[in-house]
């Protein structure tokens, strides 16, 4: 199937991408300048897509550089500020609101930076195909990226029709996402899709593997073939990039749909407050244990580790929690390198800078 593009998206206004009076009252000092108020629906190196009142136009992105932080840099979901097109120039994209939500993955090549997946995010659908076996590990990495967004989690049990005991996998899959609702659907027999259209609020984010069946679930909530779908393969369950970029689409019932390509892997990235609510049975056990400081591994009086004995928790969750935490603490410890190493770049570079300037001096003697 051919991708449509958003450019052939019917007219829309920016309340239909989810623009409202705290974002007016945000954006007021810009509008004073002159600027326009624009979501971006589309984000590249250099340039963006976004929507106005007007329609959608490409802008420019000023400033762009290999080196920048790609935290700071504009994605799918950002409100900003556009300054129009005058004669010879195209849109620019002025400066960005900040963000109420932002779902972070690490890089994809593990260095210290964090990449924005979707902004502004109310809803993020974490997708899990019933058509391969579970990987509670993976859902509890999504989820720990969801719950740190700021938005709120949804679990998604998808293509149910393709599993031969739907209760057992909801069971499991419930236990290991607390105080998150999980949803059974089926896109083929339409299962559960009324339900999950009644849950979904605000900017909605489809976020999970490739071959989950993202694109399939976005298109049955947008009413239409919208997004690209493909084939997943038999030997491993898992689908090629169907979804190339990230972009929004406004849902019919309202709200919007911000589809992701499928992932490969989801390293975290400054997460801690999400594995807090992603393992919340864990951290609430972990305030009985004997001492504070209690790592949960060979403690005496150890709160988390007797109900493991009790078999209240699996072991395999104590060590996706240890091993998760590990993780997070590593990338943490990498990013807080690399921020020392930017300000000794910063100070070496002015110590250059004066020595030059001293020379200069003396030679003028």
């Known amino acids: ?211 989950a069946g993202k694109s399939t679930l976005g298109n049955q909530l947008l009413g239409e073939d919208r997004l690209a779908t493909g084939a997943v393969r038999d030997t491993d369950g898992k689908g090629r990039h169907t979804t190339a970029w990230r972009e929004l689409l406004p849902l019919p019932g309202g709200g919007v749909l911000l589809d992701t390509p499928g992932l490969r892997a989801v390293g975290l990235h400054d997460a801690q407050d999400g594995l807090e609510q992603t393992f919340a049975e864990i951290e609430h056990l972990a305030g009985e244990c004997r001492f504070a400081d209690c790592a949960h591994g060979s403690e005496p009086g150890c709160a988390v580790l007797a109900a493991v004995e009790a078999g209240e928790i699996s072991q395999r969750r104590l060590d996706s929690y240890h091993r998760l935490l590990r993780e997070n603490a590593y990338a943490a410890s990498r990013t807080d390198a690399r921020l020392r190493a930017d300000r000794e770049a910063v100070k070496k570079d002015i110590a250059r800078k004066l020595r030059a300037t001293y020379q200069f001096r003396e030679r003028q003697r």
């Not at 000023?62 to 935290?71: I, S, T, Y």
């Not at 502004?120 to 720990?144: I, Q």
Request: proline fraction near 6%.
């Open 1 to 211: 199937m051919s991708h449509s593009s958003s450019r052939h998206v019917p007219s829309y206004s920016l309340a239909d991408y989810g623009w409202g009076e705290a974002w007016e009252h945000a954006f007021a000092p810009h509008r004073a300048a002159g600027l326009v108020p624009a979501r971006v629906v589309r984000a590249e190196r250099g340039s963006c897509e976004v929507v106005t009142d007007a329609g959608i136009v490409r802008a420019e992105i000023p400033g762009v550089a290999d080196h920048a932080d790609p935290l700071s840099a504009p994605c799918t979901g950002d409100w900003a500020a556009l300054r129009p097109a005058t004669a010879g120039h195209a849109p620019v994209l002025h400066a960005v609101l900040e963000r109420r939500t932002a779902l972070v993955r690490s890089t994809a090549s593990r260095t210290s930076h964090g990449q924005v997946l979707a902004a502004n995010v109310d809803t993020v659908v974490v997708t899990v195909s019933l058509a391969a076996p579970l990987k509670h590990g993976r859902t509890e990495r999504m989820l720990a990226l969801a719950w740190e967004s700021g938005a709120q989690p949804v679990v998604v049990l998808t293509k149910a029709d393709a599993c031969a005991d739907v209760s057992s996998a909801h069971a499991q899959v419930s236990e290991v996402a607390p105080g998150v609702d999980v949803l059974v659907t089926s896109a083929v027999t339409g299962q559960g899709l009324d339900v999950l259209s009644a849950v979904l609020t605000g900017t909605v984010v489809l976020f999970g593997p490739s071959g």
